[in-house]
Nanobody, 120 residues
Framework: VQLQASGGGLVQSGGSLRLSCAASGSIFMINTMSWFRQAPGKQRELVASVNFGGSTNYGDSVKGRFTISRDNAKNTVYLQMNSLKPEDTAVYYC???????????????WGPGTLVTVSS
């Protein structure tokens, strides 16, 4: 199973970016898909998550500005980021809880990360 993220880049404060993360491989089902981020010198933190049914959860710092969504048919999760602030600058990682074919358990998989830089 591989996760590949795209959409990061440089944006001015107040701008928007949309991240995408597609999972591929021997996938039977994906439970929760999430975005985490890690800024220099800080711990990795949850940005947002969405389960298979579409229920979402957001970190306090992004509520009202970011929207997570997913396309189950494409095994893809999206993160729409609006009203970006310099403090949103970080490497963003996607995560998926995947059940592979011929397996009864879910395992965590991580993408390699995509850099988001917000200039003031």
């Amino acid at each position: 199973v591989q996760l590949q993220a795209s959409g990061g880049g440089l944006v001015q404060s107040g701008g928007s970016l949309r991240l995408s993360c597609a999972a591929s491989g021997s996938i039977f089902m994906i439970n929760t898909m999430s975005w985490f981020r890690q800024a220099p010198g800080k711990q990795r933190e949850l940005v947002a998550s969405v389960n298979f049914g579409g229920s979402t959860n957001y970190g306090d710092s992004v509520k009202g500005r970011f929207t997570i969504s997913r396309d189950n048919a494409k095994n893809t999760v999206y993160l729409q980021m609006n009203s970006l602030k310099p403090e949103d600058t970080a490497v963003y990682y996607c995560n998926a809880e995947v059940r592979r074919y011929r397996s009864t358990s879910f395992y965590d998989y991580w993408g390699p990360g995509t850099l988001v830089t917000v200039s003031s």
